[in-house]
């Protein structure tokens, strides 16, 4: 066998034991998330001026996406979906507590945007209260401030998610 033979069999190898090793690490580690139905249980004044009145944009899709599961990374994401317009919440590092933080948030309707102003996210409530690989289903509740960049406006949803 030649040295250029050699060569290249031992890179042929080592290539197959990277994508072995990658195909094995993909198996392992996957997105941890949960989607279902999701309700809006409470508005404020702000938000009802706005349009966002109970019993219209009362009932959703619901995708939420803890950190640090699998290869879910360090944010959280928890997003909202109606039939013609969604919005998206995320917290760039950690959990999402039962106290507000400042959330990346943006829409897509006709046009997609990001909120300039200020929005924030908390959960209120989850159960379980520690989600695993493992979880199968998850009941989660909390508040959303500065939605659609209004500033007074708070929307409480709940909702009942499946992991996916």
């Not at 996406?65 to 360090?74: A, E, Q, S, T, V």
Request: glycine content about 8%; overall charge positive; aromatic content about 8%.
């Amino acid at each position: 066998m030649s040295k250029a033979t050699s060569a290249h069999t031992v890179v042929a190898l080592v290539l197959a034991g990277f994508a072995l090793t990658g195909a094995t690490a993909a198996a392992t580690a996957q997105t941890v998330e949960f989607r279902g139905a999701a309700t809006v249980t409470a508005t404020t004044a702000a938000c009802e001026e706005s349009g966002w009145i109970i019993g219209e944009k009362t009932d959703a899709n619901m995708r939420f996406r803890p950190p640090n599961l699998g290869d879910n990374g360090k944010d959280t994401r928890l997003a909202i979906y109606y039939p013609y317009y969604a919005m998206s919440f995320v917290l760039e590092k950690g959990r999402l507590t039962t106290g507000f933080k400042p959330v990346v948030a943006g829409a897509t309707g006709s046009a997609t945007w990001v909120f300039e102003a200020k929005a924030e996210a908390r959960v209120t409530s989850l159960a379980p209260a520690t989600i695993t690989p493992k979880t199968k289903q998850l009941t989660i509740k909390g508040e959303l401030r500065g939605v659609d960049e209004i500033a007074d406006c708070v929307l409480s949803f709940s909702g009942k998610l499946d992991k996916h």
